[in-house]
């Protein structure tokens, strides 16, 4: 299986092009596999590991790739063609990296070490958990249920349950979110790893897609952690949005291009299946039918301009503006739309399990519930819109 083979393709720096390539191959070879089992994909990591995919994101002087946020778009767009849950595991460890590398970011620096030198050796992994079901998203407002009691020995006990953990299977280091139990309460981020005792997964992701993205919930029962992994502490009045959204401007742009690839691989679908459908009727190939030209037409279309919205907004990202989130909701609008059309053209073998249309087209829809959602994009899209367009006093 060929994975984008009408996309032009950007060698990505740090990558060997023709490895990547094979890697890409062998991730779409398994998406199925994955899909069915709703497995973690470690054969996956495993290939992105041996060209050093996971280190990417990771400064030079640490040993890794020293990209940035454009190519980290060129990449995950890639892998989400192959396999969308791949995708999301891997553009949130990249989030994580370009997050660290910001000014702002006031980790410790060993800690900051670590997490870039286990990438870099042994393709150490990371994310967050923060979003709790009674909570939701912490970029909604609100503060974690989940607790943090500090002991006489100085240590921290973590207590609570976190949902939607994104590769806790795979995952070497994980920060958690937890509101402390002092007299007046904060909000603390501490970085886990896997040899941390007390914490489980919950097996409850069986969700329509994004199967193998392994987005579990994680229980905390009297889990301890050192104080030096303590990487955050704020005024819960502070904004606890700002938790982990400092510097995250990478976290849409990687959603659009993961989406992106979801729309990628349903138009390189749907052409191949078009030039090789000969109806007895018609005695040719669909694809040799006006009609068809015109829809792949508009599906060109929707594609491109997410495309080249994404790539505008990632050369834009060190400016306060709103193409980020922009770029995202279009991206997951577009493969929605996109993957819609593709079944609305193919029928009945669009559905069957026996094509991947029908896989992309639930991997597609799970693009509505990322933050930032498209209900938050529009609404503050619309109000900066009227807000510049209030009138003056001189015109009242």
């Known amino acids: 299986m060929t994975v984008g083979v009408t996309e032009p393709r950007t060698?990505?720096?740090?990558?060997?092009?023709?490895?990547?390539?094979?890697?890409?191959?062998?991730?779409?070879?398994?998406a199925e596999y994955h899909d069915l089992t709703g497995e973690f994909p470690f054969d996956a990591f495993d290939a992105l590991r041996r060209i050093g995919a996971q280190s990417l994101t990771v400064p030079e002087r640490f040993g890794g790739g020293g990209a940035g946020i454009a190519e980290a778009v060129e990449v995950i767009e890639r892998v989400g063609a192959a396999d969308p849950s791949v995708g999301l595991i891997l553009q949130w460890n990249y989030t994580n990296h370009l997050t660290l590398q910001r000014p702002e970011n006031l980790w410790p620096d060993d800690l900051k070490t670590a997490v870039f030198r286990t990438a870099v050796t042994e393709g150490a992994l990371i994310n967050g958990l923060a979003v709790e079901r009674e909570l939701g998203s912490l970029s909604r407002g609100g503060v974690p249920a989940t607790t943090a009691t500090r002991l006489p020995d100085g240590s921290w006990r973590i207590d609570g349950e976190k949902a939607y953990g994104t590769g806790i299977s795979g995952l070497h280091w994980f920060t958690v979110t937890a509101t402390t139990t002092d007299p007046e309460p904060r909000v603390a981020?501490?970085?886990?790893?896997r040899q941390a005792t007390g914490w489980r997964v919950q097996q409850t992701w069986d969700h329509l897609g994004l199967r193998a993205s392994d987005t579990q919930t994680v229980i905390f029962d009297n889990a301890r952690i050192p104080h030096s992994r303590l990487v955050d502490l704020r005024d819960p009045n502070d904004g606890t949005g700002k938790v982990r959204s400092a510097g995250r401007q990478a976290l849409p742009l990687l959603l659009a291009a993961n989406y992106n690839g979801v729309s990628i691989a349903t138009r390189d679908w749907l052409v191949r299946y078009l030039h090789t459908r000969v109806?007895?009727?018609?005695?040719?190939?669909?694809?040799?039918?006006?009609?068809?030209?015109?829809?792949?037409?508009e599906i060109e279309a929707q594609l491109q301009t997410?495309?080249?919205?994404?790539?505008?907004?990632?050369?834009?990202?060190?400016?306060?503006?709103?193409?980020?989130?922009?770029?995202?909701?279009?991206?997951t609008t577009m493969a929605i739309r996109i993957t819609e059309s593709a079944l609305d053209l193919t029928g009945?073998?669009?559905?069957s399990r026996s094509n991947p249309l029908e896989r992309h087209h639930r991997n597609a829809m799970v693009g509505r519930i990322h933050f930032p959602q498209s209900d938050f994009v529009i609404a503050n899209l619309g109000k900066s819109a009227i807000s510049a367009g209030a009138p003056g006093e001189e015109e009242q």
Request: proline share 7%; no cysteine; aromatic share 6%.
């Open 11 to 30: 060698t990505v720096r740090g990558l060997d092009e023709n490895r990547f390539r094979e890697v890409l191959e062998f991730i779409a070879s398994r």
């Open 189 to 193: 981020t501490f970085l886990f790893d």
């Open 279 to 297: 109806p007895t009727a018609l005695g040719a190939p669909l694809a040799t039918v006006p009609r068809f030209h015109d829809r792949v037409g």
């Open 306 to 331: 997410s495309r080249a919205l994404l790539r505008h907004a990632a050369a834009e990202v060190e400016s306060d503006n709103a193409l980020p989130a922009l770029a995202k909701h279009v991206a």
């Open 348 to 351: 009945n073998p669009g559905l």
